[in-house]
Every structure is written in structure tokens, then in C-alpha cells.
């Protein structure tokens, strides 16, 4: 056997030249560039390329994100033959309140002596726990909020306002002191996070210091009674709160990129006085970017934004539905008559003229009428002179049949292709009584918190008879046109602070606090201050229009 003997000399030296050897080659390997590549590998930096940590404010928007279909539809509705005419007893329209389950927070609004910073992180917002979805939403990190609100019974008295039991427990002297109801939140706005699947309407509000994109300063079209800083109503927060989805974040709104996205296109705001609220709400955040020309007439509003060909129309149309005033069976001439299988008449003959339509109905339902279906009256509502026949359809499931009958029309139009976006039933907020019994809501200066909600089975059933016609309308689509169902009856239940309450009226000398015997003065709890809440109804549409739209502009 060869023997090969080392001197111990001779191993140091080799072990020795391997260690400067190693030394050397680790100091060039983390030299530019292959320097990097070592550092990213052991402590996940790029040194070569500069950290992006910018986070955009608030007030900007990108428009890369894509996001999913964002229709509604109540899969446990009833199918079946359209109209079914129930029996209704006087007892038929009482609701089952359902258990309400709380947490215990909101988040808090920045203390006012600090400015919020820009590149703050939204944080999840919990709030209140909703049926099926409590599992889901636990296990993802974040609790759904709002429950089914606001609105009333059916014993009003022939108008659309309705009563609430809620107490008038809030004011502007204790605002202060409620700053940490609501959560922290930024102003940020970060549209590259959107999860195509995002859920827009599970959520909470969130003061954003940087206020509205307008002032009733800066438009000229809002309508005298919610002009709420120009009739006088001292506090202003009501503006500033913001809705944030648990899942992503609603981007303010961008008019330029609403007009791009519309361009050439028309947008028609269809039904009641609460359409009107919205309408006038959209083209003031569109005013600040263009003034429009106004071409309507006693028809039809509509104005005309030149740089992109958009068009905004408004048209009214109390309840989707055709109305008749000749006599017909027991009902006399000049009563209105309600056709709830027939659409609006004068409504449809435009439809196809229309690109998006946005619906609003539902609070005509208290008014005085009587129920048409195949030329048979079958209910009515305040009025039922014959107490001989049965009454088979009351205000409630008129409401559910009319819904039904519109969008099918609409679901059904050989020559309509258009999207139309049903927004859901409007809480009101009159508390202690409904608008003619000295129902309220003076002195409402924030959101509501998890505590003070206070479930209306008038307002549910409402929102359930609205989605089951949604639902069944889906059912019976032929044509290419698109339904949506843009769900803020639970959203804004919070918001009984954005109604102008006693501020209806630019009347110096009107009252506006309750007397000395607790009456509240006049006042308006149904439609919304201008800039406000109702804002966020058009940052909902332009978001639906912005699933539906981008990306097909080049095709």
C-alpha cells in the first residue's frame, strides 16, 4: 500500500489558502450585480431596484384593477307563475323582527386637532353580524356589518315618508365626544387591491378628512331642499364619512373617468323623488370637471356633457308601473289606478334610447291608489271602499309585483341592450312617529354606531319583495341586456345624520330644534343632504359601470 505522508506544516498552509480564496470570492460576489441577486436570495431586498412605499391619496384613482359582475340575486326567492295574487288579511303586512347579533366596534374618526395622514392603511372595519355570512367573514379576519334597518309600518297616512321607533338620542353636543365610535381609517385609495370578487356592500363608514368633491357652493342644480349648508345646518361631518367594503375599497369618485368610460353614451335616472336626489348628486361631482349644456324640456331632464358625448336624462316615474285615472269597476274617475303588470308606458318608449338606467322606486307605495291586474282591481292601498270582496294585494306585494313587471320589460325588450342598475329600497330615518305624527330625526350629526340600530320589518320586507322581483325578472331574460342589483338598503341604514331634517327650508326663521313640549319641527328624514351621503350611491355606479365597461372600449 502507497503511503503519502503530510507534514502538519503543509495541511495549515492549504487549509489556510482555501479560507482567503473563499474571503475573496464571497467579497465579489456581493458586488453590483450579482450582489444583489445574493442579498435578495438571503434577506428578500433588491438593492438594485428602490422601494415603492408611496401610497396614492384619497382623491385619486387608478383604473387597472378588473372587477367581477356585481349582480344580486336571492337565490331562496320564490319561482314561479309571475303575479301570484295571495289572499291578504289585515293582519298579512305584520313582520317578524329577527334577532340582531352585535359586535362591540366601529372604528374611530380621527381626533380633529390631528390631520390624517394620506399613507395611512384602511383597516378592517367590523360592525355588525349578518346571518350566513358571520362564518365566512370571522374566519377571514373581518365581521360583515349592517343589519336590516330602517323604515316603517303601513299605517302612514297617504305619503311616501315613513315612521320609525328609534329615539332621538344623539346631537351636535355630543359629538365630540363619540369621536372613537367609528374606526380609523385613511384616505387612501388603493384600486390596485380590488379583488374582482369583492363584495361593495358589506362594510362600514369611516370619517375621511378630505371631505366632499363639492360644496353647494360649487353646484348650481342642487334643489332648495337639500341644500342643507345653504338652508343653515350648522354641522358639517355628515359630509365627510366615507363607505369602505371589507374586502377592497370604494375609490372616490372620478369624473373624468366616468366620462371616458360613458363616453358617447347616456345615463337615464328613472323613478321618484329619491332618482331625482341621485341624479342631481351625479351631475355635481361631473360639474366640477365640466360645466354640461342643458337640453331637456318638461319631459325629460337631460344634459349634455359636449367633451365625451354623455348624456344625463331624468325621468319621472313615481312607481315603474302604468298608471290610469278613468273610473274603472268600483274605483271612480280621477282615482289612480295602478296597471302592475304593465310597465310605464311613457317610460318604455325611450328605453332603448338608453345605455345604463338607474331605477328608484318603492315610498309611492304609501300613497293612496288602487291595484290593477288584468284589469281586475285587486287591492289597494289607503282605500278599499268594497268590504264585500277580498282584498288580494296589498302596498307590499304591489311593490314586489311592479319591481317584477319593470325589469322584465326591461329583461324582454327586443331593442334593449343596456345595463340597468336597480338601486335597492332608500331607508328613511323618522323617528317616533312617521312624517305627518311627528316622526324625526333633528339633531342627527354622525353615523349610527352597532348599538343604536334598531331593525324596521317594514324596510325588510320591502328590500326582500324588491330582490324577489329582481330575482324572478333574471329568470326570464331574453334579450342582451344586463340587471344589477346595487344593494344599499342595509348600507345606509347608518346614515340617518345625511337627511336635512328641520334644514328643508333656506327660511331664516324656521325651527329647527323641538319645543318645549318635545314636537319636532317639520322636517325631511328621506332624502339626502347635498354633498352627503347619496354621493356615495353614484361612486357604487360608477364602479358598476367601470365592471362593466373597461376593457371592452377597444373592442
Known sequence: MAAFPRSLLSIAISVGGLALFLILASCLLVQSPLGSTVQSY???????????????????TTSDSPLSNVAVIDKNSPSGPSFELPMISNESSAVKNKDMSDTNSLTSKPDSQSPMSSSLVDQPVPA????????????????????????????????SRMDDNNGDTSSGSTLAAEKSILPLASNASKTDSVDSGCDLYHGSWFYDSLGPTYTNNTCPIITQMQNCQGNGRPDKEYENWRW????????RFDAKKFLELMRGKTLAFIGDSVARNQMESML?????????????????????????????????????????????????EGFV?????????????????????VLSSGHWFAKQSAYVINNEIVGGQLWWPDKSRSMKVNNIEAFGISVETILTALATHPNYTGLAIVRSYSPDHYEGGAWNTGGSCTGKVRPLSV?????????????????????????????????????????????HDGH???????????????????????????HWC???????WNELVLEIIRREFEGKQSS
Not at 369602505?244 to 375609490?251: G, N, Y
Not at 325629460?300 to 325621468?315: A, D, G, K, P
Not at 302592475?340 to 345605455?355: N, Q, R, S, V
Not at 331634517?501 to 328624514?525: A, E, L, M
Open 337 to 357: 289606478k295602478l296597471h302592475l303588470d304593465a310597465p310605464d308606458d311613457e317610460l318604455m318608449k325611450y328605453i332603448p334610447d338608453f345605455d345604463v338606467v
Open 530 to 536: 347635498m354633498p352627503g351621503p347619496v354621493d356615495t
Open 244 to 251: 369602505k367594503p371589507f374586502q377592497c375599497d370604494l375609490p
Open 128 to 159: 355588525v353580524l349578518s346571518g350566513v355570512r358571520q362564518e365566512e367573514e370571522v374566519r377571514n379576519g373581518s365581521i360583515d356589518g349592517i343589519g336590516n334597518i330602517y323604515s316603517s309600518n303601513n299605517s302612514g297616512n297617504g305619503d
Open 42 to 60: 438571503f434577506y428578500g431586498v433588491d438593492s438594485s431596484k428602490k422601494l415603492d412605499i408611496s401610497v396614492s391619496s384619497s382623491n385619486q
Open 500 to 526: 336635512p331634517g328641520p334644514y328643508r327650508s333656506p327660511d331664516p326663521n324656521k325651527i329647527t330644534k323641538r319645543g318645549p313640549d318635545g314636537k319636532p319641527p317639520p322636517q325631511d328624514c328621506l
Open 284 to 332: 355635481c361631482l361631473l360639474w366640477q370637471v365640466e360645466v354640461p349644456k342643458n337640453r331637456g324640456n318638461r319631459k325629460m331632464q337631460r344634459w349634455y356633457f359636449r367633451s365625451t358625448s354623455v348624456m344625463i336624462v331624468r325621468i319621472w316615474s313615481s312607481w315603474l308601473v302604468h298608471q290610469t285615472s278613468g273610473p274603472l269597476d268600483f274605483a271612480p
Open 451 to 495: 348599538g343604536e340600530l334598531v331593525e324596521n320589518g317594514f324596510t325588510e320586507i320591502m328590500h326582500k319583495k324588491q330582490v324577489t322581483g329582481f330575482d324572478r325578472a333574471i329568470k326570464k331574460m331574453t334579450n342582451k341586456s344586463k340587471l344589477k342589483l346595487m344593494d344599499i338598503t342595509e348600507v345606509f341604514g347608518y346614515r
